[in-house]
């Protein structure tokens, strides 16, 4: 079976992580920042960063326009942190004008679980992921406020003032987009990014 070719947005935000946890897992995984990179890839990781400052380099590099239609066409995409925000249809807090790539049918609200200073860990119960719960970082992360009707809800913090709280989503057309609030490249745990490999390789 042919690798999976998988791009990672690479004009700001945790790029090299992504990069080196999708290569230990066979795929091919390269840096995207032009259009034309963008053209060779299955699929495509939006990493976690700041979301505002990667909407703009989107904008200045003619990438968001791209981005939006290979999305809109039914590229499996996966968001985690920044990412999320980017992919979501509507945003809470954001800048005004902010532009997304869109295609989740959610409404995520940017900076929910506070400052760098709020950042936190916990363990989730991830549905499609197998095996213990999932090791989850939050870093000045989002939050899934509501859901339309076609968004499966992966998972939810629970206990504390977040609880119940959505923290992981899939959706769009084919069910081809993946998001999280908090960031699996951080904690050595492969097994989100499988899920998303999985659904590049059924899409490819």
């Known amino acids: 079976m042919t690798a999976p070719r998988v791009g990672v947005f690479a004009l700001q935000g945790d790029v090299r992580e992504h990069l080196r946890v999708l ?18 890839v299955d699929g495509l990781v939006l990493p976690g960063g ?10 200045a590099f003619d990438l968001l326009e791209p981005l939006q239609k290979r999305v809109a066409d039914g590229m499996p995409a996966y968001g985690s942190c920044a990412g999320m925000i980017l992919l979501a249809d509507r945003i809470e807090d954001g800048i005004e004008g902010q532009p997304t790539i869109g295609g989740l049918d959610v409404v995520v609200r940017r900076n929910a679980f506070g400052r ?13 992921v197998e095996g213990e719960p999932v090791h989850a ?3 000045r992360a989002p939050w899934v406020e509501s859901t339309g009707p076609g968004v499966e809800v992966l998972a939810r913090v629970e206990g504390g003032p977040a609880d119940g709280r959505v923290v992981a989503v899939r959706g769009g057309d084919s069910a081809q987009l993946l998001a999280t609030s908090f960031h699996p490249e951080l904690t ?4 989100v990014h499988e899920l998303f490999l999985k659904i590049v390789r059924e899409r490819s």
């Open 23 to 40: 290569t230990d897992l066979g795929a091919t995984a390269e840096p995207v920042r032009r259009p034309e990179e963008l053209e060779r």
């Open 50 to 59: 700041e979301s505002t400052t990667m909407a703009k380099l989107a904008v």
């Open 137 to 139: 970082v939050f870093i």
């Open 188 to 191: 050595g745990d492969p097994r």
């Open 116 to 128: 760098q200073v709020h950042s936190f860990e916990t363990d989730l119960d991830f549905s499609g």
